[in-house]
């Protein structure tokens, strides 16, 4: 059944915003043009108000689903729509009652005196649009949840679409672009470390297209992808702070050593 999209009418403030500075009016003008859009069903300008790493992220789920058959044709913004209108990914149910600053990203604070961190602005090409990435990662986890775990006798046939381990607060996704090959270990250790540690994918693999973020403290880690094929791809001393890193593994990547 289609759920009723929750978005407010209007942008419930205390004060009428005064006293508010022109970057917190900027938000909040963004975000009232935001939930015009969408309960308008305006997709096109909904999608100009979201950030460049949102679309990003928009257009490679929208791959993974019409892989597993849904038929989106490869479009973040139709999966954009379907998104909006038949879940909760832009319900903002919370009296919002100012908005602040961390790390140069902006926040939305709740009636009960919290960062509703799940939707965060960002400042592109002189304008603040909201970065839906965390709140993509926890819908994305939200519908995993349950999946059944994969033996270890199936490992060679069952390609998860996509997976999500840690409990960091910093994201280092990887999505599998090699050509017929798949991913068949994660590795991920600090750089200062002696060991490469647990196998992040455990019984599981990435498939073609596949997707897997990995959610780590900041940190200096070095990253080793092992193929089917026993190949290695490895980066070394990535930098990993909350802009996280996205890394499409192709041919190009691999070791020069294999």
């Known amino acids: ?8 009418a209007l942008f419930m403030l205390i ?3 005064i006293g ?18 969408a309960s308008e069903e305006n997709w ?8 460049d790493e949102t679309l990003e992220l928009l257009d490679e789920m929208a791959v ?32 919002v009652i100012s908005i602040e600053f961390r790390n ?34 926890e819908f994305l986890n939200e519908i995993m949840e349950g999946a059944p775990e994969v033996s270890s006798t199936s490992r060679e046939s069952t390609e998860p679409t996509y997976i999500s381990a840690g409990t960091g607060t910093c994201e280092f996704s990887i999505r599998n672009n090699l050509e017929h090959l798949s991913i068949w270990n994660v590795y ?11 196998d992040w994918l455990g019984s599981s693999i990435l498939g073609t297209s596949a997707a897997m973020t990995i959610w780590l403290e900041e940190g200096v880690y070095d990253i080793r992808l092992v193929d089917s094929e026993e190949n290695t791809y490895t980066l070394w001393q990535v930098e990993l702070n909350d802009q996280g890193i996205f890394w499409r593994v192709t041919e190009q990547d691999r070791d020069e050593s294999n």
């Open 1 to 8: 059944m289609k759920k009723e999209l929750i978005i407010p």
């Open 15 to 17: 004060l009428a915003c």
């Open 20 to 37: 508010w500075s022109s970057d917190q009016k900027e938000v909040l003008e963004s975000y009232n043009a935001l939930m015009s859009d």
């Open 44 to 51: 096109n300008s909904l999608s100009r108000g979201l950030s």
């Open 64 to 95: 993974l689903y019409t892989d597993a058959g849904v038929p989106f044709d490869n479009q973040g913004k139709e999966l954009l729509a379907s998104l909006v209108s038949d879940t909760d990914l832009l319900a903002f149910s919370e009296t």
């Open 104 to 137: 140069d990203k902006a926040y939305l604070l709740s009636g009960q005196g919290n960062l509703i961190t799940s939707y965060q602005f960002v400042r592109q090409n002189q304008r603040w649009k909201l970065n839906l990435v965390p709140r993509l990662n």
């Open 188 to 198: 991920c250790s600090a750089s200062n470390s002696d060991s490469w540690g647990e």
